[in-house]
Protein backbone atom coordinates (compact mmCIF):
# COMPACT_ATOMS: atom_id res chain seq x y z
CA UNK A 1 0.00 0.00 0.00
CA UNK A 2 1.22 3.42 -0.84
CA UNK A 3 1.80 6.26 1.87
CA UNK A 4 4.08 9.14 1.39
CA UNK A 5 6.23 10.01 4.28
CA UNK A 6 7.95 13.57 4.53
CA UNK A 7 11.11 13.24 5.72
CA UNK A 8 13.58 15.57 7.28
CA UNK A 9 11.36 15.94 10.39
CA UNK A 10 13.57 16.44 13.63
CA UNK A 11 11.21 16.83 16.99
CA UNK A 12 11.56 12.97 17.72
CA UNK A 13 15.69 13.23 18.15
CA UNK A 14 15.31 15.16 21.29
CA UNK A 15 12.30 13.09 23.11
CA UNK A 16 13.00 10.68 25.38
CA UNK A 17 10.66 7.20 25.61
CA UNK A 18 8.34 9.23 28.64
CA UNK A 19 8.38 12.16 26.19
CA UNK A 20 7.15 10.33 23.26
CA UNK A 21 4.12 7.84 24.87
CA UNK A 22 3.05 11.11 26.60
CA UNK A 23 2.94 13.05 23.59
CA UNK A 24 1.40 9.69 21.49
CA UNK A 25 -1.66 9.54 24.61
CA UNK A 26 -2.27 13.13 23.73
CA UNK A 27 -2.94 13.18 20.03
CA UNK A 28 -4.99 9.69 20.08
CA UNK A 29 -6.75 11.46 22.89
CA UNK A 30 -7.60 14.00 20.89
CA UNK A 31 -8.19 11.91 17.42
CA UNK A 32 -10.66 9.95 19.26
CA UNK A 33 -12.71 13.11 21.27
CA UNK A 34 -11.65 15.96 20.31
CA UNK A 35 -11.34 16.82 23.63
CA UNK A 36 -7.80 18.24 25.54
CA UNK A 37 -6.27 15.77 27.53
CA UNK A 38 -5.46 16.57 31.43
CA UNK A 39 -2.36 15.42 33.64
CA UNK A 40 -4.46 13.63 36.11
CA UNK A 41 -6.23 11.58 33.60
CA UNK A 42 -2.76 10.95 31.30
CA UNK A 43 -1.03 10.15 34.72
CA UNK A 44 -3.69 6.77 34.79
CA UNK A 45 -3.53 5.89 31.06
CA UNK A 46 0.45 5.70 31.01
CA UNK A 47 2.46 2.44 31.17
CA UNK A 48 5.01 3.45 33.42
CA UNK A 49 4.52 5.35 36.85
CA UNK A 50 4.23 8.76 37.06
CA UNK A 51 2.55 11.33 38.99
CA UNK A 52 0.20 14.17 37.45
CA UNK A 53 2.93 16.93 38.28
CA UNK A 54 5.56 15.03 36.56
CA UNK A 55 3.44 14.88 34.02
CA UNK A 56 2.86 18.39 33.37
CA UNK A 57 6.20 18.74 33.56
CA UNK A 58 6.69 16.60 30.32
CA UNK A 59 3.91 18.05 28.82
CA UNK A 60 5.49 21.83 29.47
CA UNK A 61 8.52 20.51 27.45
CA UNK A 62 6.20 19.16 24.79
CA UNK A 63 4.65 22.78 24.71
CA UNK A 64 8.20 24.69 24.43
CA UNK A 65 9.01 22.10 21.57
CA UNK A 66 5.56 23.28 19.83
CA UNK A 67 3.78 20.17 19.64
CA UNK A 68 1.02 20.83 22.06
CA UNK A 69 -0.49 23.59 23.74
CA UNK A 70 -3.41 24.70 26.13
CA UNK A 71 -6.68 26.18 24.98
CA UNK A 72 -7.77 27.31 28.08
CA UNK A 73 -6.04 28.36 31.01
CA UNK A 74 -6.51 24.83 33.63
CA UNK A 75 -7.06 22.98 30.75
CA UNK A 76 -5.56 19.58 29.21
CA UNK A 77 -3.26 19.68 26.03
CA UNK A 78 -4.00 19.34 22.29
CA UNK A 79 -1.37 18.69 19.90
CA UNK A 80 -0.73 21.68 16.86
CA UNK A 81 -1.02 21.60 13.50
CA UNK A 82 3.09 20.81 14.09
CA UNK A 83 2.28 18.15 16.93
CA UNK A 84 0.11 16.76 14.02
CA UNK A 85 2.19 16.68 11.11
CA UNK A 86 4.86 14.82 13.38
CA UNK A 87 2.62 12.25 14.58
CA UNK A 88 1.55 11.57 11.28
CA UNK A 89 5.30 11.05 10.27
CA UNK A 90 7.05 9.37 13.12
CA UNK A 91 4.11 7.54 15.21
CA UNK A 92 1.05 6.68 13.19
CA UNK A 93 0.80 2.98 12.02
CA UNK A 94 -1.66 3.02 8.70
CA UNK A 95 -3.44 -0.34 9.44
CA UNK A 96 -4.79 -2.55 6.93
CA UNK A 97 -8.78 -2.45 5.65
CA UNK A 98 -10.80 -5.37 7.04
CA UNK A 99 -12.78 -8.01 4.97
CA UNK A 100 -15.85 -6.28 5.54
CA UNK A 101 -14.05 -2.33 4.59
CA UNK A 102 -13.15 -3.71 1.55
CA UNK A 103 -16.28 -5.76 0.56
CA UNK A 104 -17.75 -1.89 0.97
CA UNK A 105 -15.76 -0.98 -0.98
CA UNK A 106 -15.66 -3.33 -4.03
CA UNK A 107 -19.82 -3.07 -3.71
CA UNK A 108 -19.69 0.35 -5.06
CA UNK A 109 -16.92 0.30 -7.31
CA UNK A 110 -16.95 -3.08 -9.15
CA UNK A 111 -14.76 -4.40 -12.46
CA UNK A 112 -17.82 -5.05 -13.81
CA UNK A 113 -19.11 -1.32 -14.06
CA UNK A 114 -16.26 -0.36 -16.29
CA UNK A 115 -19.19 0.68 -18.91
CA UNK A 116 -20.85 2.57 -16.70
CA UNK A 117 -20.89 6.12 -17.09
CA UNK A 118 -17.72 7.65 -14.97
CA UNK A 119 -19.67 10.56 -13.61
CA UNK A 120 -21.86 7.79 -11.48
CA UNK A 121 -18.41 5.80 -10.77
CA UNK A 122 -17.25 9.24 -9.23
CA UNK A 123 -20.69 9.81 -7.52
CA UNK A 124 -20.87 6.06 -5.81
CA UNK A 125 -16.83 6.39 -4.80
CA UNK A 126 -17.55 9.60 -3.11
CA UNK A 127 -20.56 8.99 -1.48
CA UNK A 128 -19.13 5.71 -0.35
CA UNK A 129 -16.09 7.11 1.53
CA UNK A 130 -17.64 9.77 3.10
CA UNK A 131 -20.15 7.20 4.51
CA UNK A 132 -16.86 5.09 5.96
CA UNK A 133 -14.74 8.12 6.47
CA UNK A 134 -17.67 10.14 8.80
CA UNK A 135 -15.77 13.20 6.44
CA UNK A 136 -16.56 14.88 2.79
CA UNK A 137 -15.59 12.27 0.18
CA UNK A 138 -13.91 13.70 -3.06
CA UNK A 139 -13.58 12.65 -6.12
CA UNK A 140 -11.82 14.66 -9.32
CA UNK A 141 -11.65 13.26 -12.82
CA UNK A 142 -9.40 14.97 -15.10
CA UNK A 143 -10.51 15.70 -18.97
CA UNK A 144 -10.60 12.92 -20.48
CA UNK A 145 -10.32 12.54 -24.32
CA UNK A 146 -13.98 10.59 -25.51
CA UNK A 147 -14.10 8.11 -28.75
CA UNK A 148 -16.61 10.24 -30.93
CA UNK A 149 -19.25 7.73 -32.46
CA UNK A 150 -21.95 9.90 -33.77
CA UNK A 151 -21.83 13.93 -35.25
CA UNK A 152 -25.22 15.50 -35.46
CA UNK A 153 -26.20 19.13 -36.17
CA UNK A 154 -29.97 20.52 -35.12
CA UNK A 155 -30.31 23.88 -36.68
CA UNK A 156 -32.42 26.35 -32.97
CA UNK A 157 -32.41 29.29 -35.40
CA UNK A 158 -30.63 31.40 -38.71
CA UNK A 159 -27.53 31.95 -36.56
CA UNK A 160 -27.43 29.21 -33.90
CA UNK A 161 -27.32 25.34 -33.98
CA UNK A 162 -27.42 22.37 -31.28
CA UNK A 163 -24.33 20.04 -32.00
CA UNK A 164 -24.83 16.85 -30.45
CA UNK A 165 -22.15 14.56 -30.02
CA UNK A 166 -21.83 10.97 -28.50
CA UNK A 167 -18.70 9.08 -27.24
CA UNK A 168 -18.36 5.33 -27.21
CA UNK A 169 -19.78 5.20 -23.86
CA UNK A 170 -22.72 6.87 -25.25
CA UNK A 171 -22.04 9.84 -23.31
CA UNK A 172 -23.56 13.09 -24.76
CA UNK A 173 -22.25 16.48 -25.33
CA UNK A 174 -25.20 18.84 -26.39
CA UNK A 175 -23.85 22.57 -26.79
CA UNK A 176 -24.94 25.83 -29.02
CA UNK A 177 -22.51 26.91 -31.52
CA UNK A 178 -22.92 30.14 -33.54
CA UNK A 179 -23.47 29.09 -37.41
CA UNK A 180 -21.19 31.00 -40.39
CA UNK A 181 -23.25 33.94 -41.85
CA UNK A 182 -25.46 32.02 -44.93
CA UNK A 183 -24.69 28.10 -44.07
CA UNK A 184 -27.68 26.18 -45.35
CA UNK A 185 -29.59 23.19 -43.72
CA UNK A 186 -27.96 21.28 -46.76
CA UNK A 187 -24.50 22.44 -45.30
CA UNK A 188 -25.29 20.94 -41.84
CA UNK A 189 -26.30 17.66 -42.61
CA UNK A 190 -23.00 17.78 -44.88
CA UNK A 191 -20.47 18.26 -42.34
CA UNK A 192 -22.37 15.91 -39.99
CA UNK A 193 -22.14 13.28 -42.60
CA UNK A 194 -18.05 13.94 -43.42
CA UNK A 195 -17.43 13.91 -39.49
CA UNK A 196 -19.39 10.63 -39.24
CA UNK A 197 -18.47 9.31 -42.30
CA UNK A 198 -14.57 10.17 -41.75
CA UNK A 199 -13.53 11.08 -38.84
CA UNK A 200 -15.68 8.70 -35.76
CA UNK A 201 -13.76 6.27 -34.02
CA UNK A 202 -11.31 8.48 -32.63
CA UNK A 203 -10.43 10.62 -29.77
CA UNK A 204 -10.55 14.19 -30.36
CA UNK A 205 -6.79 15.14 -30.57
CA UNK A 206 -6.84 12.54 -33.42
CA UNK A 207 -9.57 14.15 -35.00
CA UNK A 208 -7.60 17.10 -35.32
CA UNK A 209 -4.67 15.35 -36.20
CA UNK A 210 -6.78 13.61 -39.37
CA UNK A 211 -8.50 16.69 -40.03
CA UNK A 212 -5.41 18.60 -41.02
CA UNK A 213 -4.26 15.57 -42.71
CA UNK A 214 -7.35 15.09 -45.14
CA UNK A 215 -7.65 19.55 -45.55
CA UNK A 216 -7.06 19.21 -49.09
CA UNK A 217 -9.91 16.16 -49.40
CA UNK A 218 -12.37 18.51 -46.84
CA UNK A 219 -11.90 21.56 -49.72
CA UNK A 220 -12.74 19.18 -52.35
CA UNK A 221 -15.51 17.61 -50.79
CA UNK A 222 -16.89 20.29 -48.64
CA UNK A 223 -18.04 24.22 -49.43
CA UNK A 224 -16.03 26.58 -47.26
CA UNK A 225 -18.85 27.15 -45.16
CA UNK A 226 -19.35 23.91 -43.99
CA UNK A 227 -15.72 22.86 -43.68
CA UNK A 228 -15.57 25.93 -40.81
CA UNK A 229 -18.86 24.40 -39.76
CA UNK A 230 -17.34 20.74 -39.11
CA UNK A 231 -13.98 23.04 -37.35
CA UNK A 232 -16.51 24.13 -35.00
CA UNK A 233 -18.35 20.77 -34.40
CA UNK A 234 -14.66 19.57 -32.84
CA UNK A 235 -14.24 22.43 -30.74
CA UNK A 236 -17.48 21.72 -28.91
CA UNK A 237 -16.43 18.80 -28.04
CA UNK A 238 -12.89 19.84 -25.97
CA UNK A 239 -15.17 22.75 -24.01
CA UNK A 240 -13.23 25.70 -22.51
CA UNK A 241 -11.23 23.28 -20.11
CA UNK A 242 -7.65 22.82 -21.08
CA UNK A 243 -6.31 19.43 -22.09
CA UNK A 244 -4.81 17.85 -18.82
CA UNK A 245 -7.08 20.26 -15.88
CA UNK A 246 -9.67 18.56 -14.33
CA UNK A 247 -12.76 18.97 -15.25
CA UNK A 248 -15.22 17.88 -13.19
CA UNK A 249 -15.60 17.45 -8.82
CA UNK A 250 -17.72 15.51 -7.18
CA UNK A 251 -18.12 15.77 -3.23
CA UNK A 252 -20.01 14.21 -1.13
CA UNK A 253 -21.52 14.12 2.85
CA UNK A 254 -20.59 17.68 3.08
CA UNK A 255 -22.86 17.47 5.98
CA UNK A 256 -20.90 15.30 7.96
CA UNK A 257 -18.29 18.20 8.43
CA UNK A 258 -21.32 20.32 10.11
CA UNK A 259 -21.56 17.65 13.07
CA UNK A 260 -20.21 18.77 16.54
CA UNK A 261 -19.94 22.16 15.32
CA UNK A 262 -21.43 24.85 17.74
CA UNK A 263 -18.72 27.25 17.26
CA UNK A 264 -19.50 30.49 15.02
CA UNK A 265 -15.65 30.83 13.80
CA UNK A 266 -15.94 26.57 13.13
CA UNK A 267 -18.95 27.36 10.71
CA UNK A 268 -16.57 30.31 9.46
CA UNK A 269 -13.71 27.84 8.44
CA UNK A 270 -16.07 25.60 7.16
CA UNK A 271 -18.11 28.05 4.64
CA UNK A 272 -14.48 29.13 3.55
CA UNK A 273 -13.99 25.34 2.65
CA UNK A 274 -17.01 25.18 0.86
CA UNK A 275 -16.02 28.64 -1.20
CA UNK A 276 -12.85 27.06 -2.04
CA UNK A 277 -14.47 23.88 -3.45
CA UNK A 278 -16.39 25.72 -5.86
CA UNK A 279 -13.10 27.29 -7.48
CA UNK A 280 -11.86 25.77 -10.14
CA UNK A 281 -8.56 26.43 -9.57
CA UNK A 282 -8.67 24.40 -6.01
CA UNK A 283 -9.60 21.15 -8.47
CA UNK A 284 -6.61 22.09 -9.97
CA UNK A 285 -4.27 22.12 -6.78
CA UNK A 286 -5.81 19.43 -5.97
CA UNK A 287 -4.75 17.28 -8.31
CA UNK A 288 -1.12 18.70 -8.08
CA UNK A 289 -1.13 17.95 -4.86
CA UNK A 290 -1.91 14.78 -5.16
CA UNK A 291 0.44 14.25 -7.85
CA UNK A 292 3.76 15.53 -5.98
CA UNK A 293 4.30 12.04 -4.57
CA UNK A 294 3.67 8.43 -4.90
CA UNK A 295 0.83 6.69 -3.05
CA UNK A 296 -1.59 8.59 -0.58
CA UNK A 297 -0.39 12.24 0.57
CA UNK A 298 -1.84 13.62 3.80
CA UNK A 299 -2.15 17.57 4.45
CA UNK A 300 -2.87 18.74 7.45
CA UNK A 301 -4.25 22.28 8.14
CA UNK A 302 -2.54 25.19 6.78
CA UNK A 303 0.18 23.33 5.04
CA UNK A 304 -1.54 23.79 2.16
CA UNK A 305 -2.99 27.02 0.80
CA UNK A 306 -6.04 25.70 -0.46
CA UNK A 307 -7.53 24.86 3.24
CA UNK A 308 -5.12 27.33 5.06
CA UNK A 309 -8.37 29.23 5.97
CA UNK A 310 -10.24 26.61 6.62
CA UNK A 311 -7.71 24.42 8.86
CA UNK A 312 -9.23 21.27 7.56
CA UNK A 313 -7.55 18.01 6.59
CA UNK A 314 -7.30 16.62 2.66
CA UNK A 315 -5.92 12.67 2.27
CA UNK A 316 -5.53 12.28 -1.26
CA UNK A 317 -4.22 9.74 -3.76
CA UNK A 318 -3.99 9.95 -7.81
CA UNK A 319 -5.19 7.38 -9.96
CA UNK A 320 -4.05 6.55 -13.32
CA UNK A 321 -4.90 5.19 -16.60
CA UNK A 322 -3.35 2.20 -18.57
CA UNK A 323 0.07 4.29 -19.37
CA UNK A 324 0.37 5.68 -16.16
CA UNK A 325 -0.93 8.79 -16.70
CA UNK A 326 -2.91 10.69 -13.78
CA UNK A 327 -6.11 11.25 -14.98
CA UNK A 328 -7.51 11.73 -11.24
CA UNK A 329 -7.65 12.05 -8.21
CA UNK A 330 -9.88 10.58 -4.65
CA UNK A 331 -9.79 11.66 -1.23
CA UNK A 332 -11.08 12.40 2.04
CA UNK A 333 -11.55 16.13 3.62
CA UNK A 334 -11.80 17.17 7.05
CA UNK A 335 -10.89 18.13 10.59
CA UNK A 336 -7.74 17.96 11.27
CA UNK A 337 -8.96 15.34 13.70
CA UNK A 338 -9.46 12.52 10.90
CA UNK A 339 -9.04 9.01 11.61
CA UNK A 340 -5.37 9.12 9.78
CA UNK A 341 -4.48 5.68 10.09
CA UNK A 342 -8.18 4.14 9.10
CA UNK A 343 -8.56 6.30 6.49
CA UNK A 344 -5.35 6.07 4.33
CA UNK A 345 -5.80 2.71 3.60
CA UNK A 346 -9.81 3.43 2.07
CA UNK A 347 -8.08 6.31 -0.26
CA UNK A 348 -5.61 4.55 -1.11
CA UNK A 349 -7.47 1.04 -2.13
CA UNK A 350 -10.25 3.10 -3.92
CA UNK A 351 -7.89 4.93 -5.77
CA UNK A 352 -6.41 1.27 -6.75
CA UNK A 353 -9.88 0.32 -8.21
CA UNK A 354 -10.57 3.31 -10.12
CA UNK A 355 -6.96 3.13 -12.33
CA UNK A 356 -8.48 -0.28 -12.73
CA UNK A 357 -11.58 0.63 -14.21
CA UNK A 358 -10.31 3.39 -16.26
CA UNK A 359 -7.53 0.74 -18.34
Known sequence: MGFSRPTGRDSGSVLDDRSREIFRRVVESYLETGEPLGSRNLSRLLPMSLSPASVRNVMSDLEELGLIYSPHVSAGRLPTQSGLRFFVDAFMQVGNLSDEERATIERQIRPGDRDQPMESLMAEAS??????????????????????????????????????????????????????????????????????AHLTGQTLPELRNELTRLKDQVQGELYTLSQELVERGLAVWSGDNEEGKPSQLIVRGRANLLQGLDDSADLD?????????????SLIEILELAERGPGVRIFIGSENKLFSLSGS?????????????????????????????????MVDYTAQLLARLSR
Open 127 to 196: LMLSGMSRGAGLVITTKSDPVLKHVEFIRLEPTKALAVLVGDHNQVENRIIELPAGVTSSQLTEAANFLN
Open 269 to 281: RLRLLFDDLEKKD
Open 313 to 345: SLIVAPYRDGEDHIIGAVGVIGPTRLNYSRIVP
